[in-house]
DNA sequence: GCTCAGCAATTGATTGATCAGCAATTGAGA
DNA sequence: TCTCAATTGCTGATCAATCAATTGCTGAGC
């Protein structure tokens, strides 16, 4: 068998991986999902699946100001990005900016009234999806062992 | 209580919901693998993820072609989006455009030589990063669930 | 107290996606 | 046979992210 055969046949071997079909599996799922989330929110709520995430983290409690450095690293943003993502936000009437007591670089982030308005119908959509794309078709057993094991894998990519 | 407080604390109940976390979870990890894969692809064999997955459906039989309409679907992406991948893939020798037999509205996309090179080196890459970050994570038990979870929820989100 | 390495946020340029709209092609029904 | 809706791929405009460079501020070592 020349080369150029033997190639053709490793690359079909590796493209056939039950390792690379699993992995496309989570990665395609996921996208797919965000997307879904993404969509309705916009539809329904005027903001983008992001946003609601930076809305989650400002509503857990009342008054509650986080810096754009820790929205940015829980985000998976980069500095910039997040600048921006505040500043639409703003533009928007849902965040407000505020300096920072101890460190006059960083800049702390909080929810306003309407913020708070939108968040509460966001989660009523989000928890639709939610329920309708994650929770109903994992059958009950597998759901605890699925989310155990993305936090597995969450914790080994946080951790290097 | 007024009116003010009752939606601050059904605000925080909502952003606390152990279903909002859970679903977090998937998007944060599904997203810091792909991240992951694609910085480690980019820099060993200058290919983004998305070509990637281009490249394993070219790859499963030698001279398999396949319809950028197909490729789109198969992606996730939009049409123009896929124009503008196989654009770039195209400029960096990776496939080849040809017509399709019966159908002259159609594009055939077949991987070229170095095409297949650079696939069969991007799969040791990737397999590297998933065994680490994807399978070494999660308990041999869980595996098997995990997969079938992911597989459901396609499923789900496929048939809508 | 002074200096200087390092960090937070912002801005400009670039990348890679989307959407909307277009031309060419197809195929099914009047 | 002709017409017309649907489909494929392409293009221009826009959006949201990145990186790189810049500004302002902090804090540790001398």
Redo the contacts between chains.
């Keep these: 068998m020349n080369p ?2 033997r ?2 046949d ?3 071997r ?4 039950s ?2 079909q ?15 989330i993404d969509t309705a929110l916009r539809r329904e709520c005027e903001v983008s699946h992001t946003m609601f ?1 930076v ?3 400002l ?4 008054g509650e100001e986080i810096s754009q450095r820790r929205l940015a690293d829980d985000l ?1 943003l980069t500095s910039s990005g997040i600048t921006r993502l505040i500043d639409r936000m703003e533009g928007a009437g849902l965040v407000r900016r505020g300096p920072a007591p101890g460190d006059r670089r960083s800049v702390l982030v909080e929810a306003t ?1 309407h913020g ?2 939108v ?2 119908r966001a ?2 959509v ?2 639709q999806v ?10 009950r057993a ?2 605890a ?14 951790d290097t």
């Design positions: 150029a055969n190639e053709n490793d690359a079909a590796a493209a056939g991986s390792l690379v699993d992995f496309g599996l989570l990665i395609k799922a996921a996208t797919r999902l965000e997307q879904r995430e809305l989650i983290r509503c857990r409690r009342p998976t009234e708070r308005a968040f509460l989660a009523a989000h928890a939610v329920e309708r794309y994650f929770v109903a078709p994992v059958a597998d759901y062992r699925l989310t155990h094991a993305l936090g597995e894998i969450d914790k080994a990519l946080r």
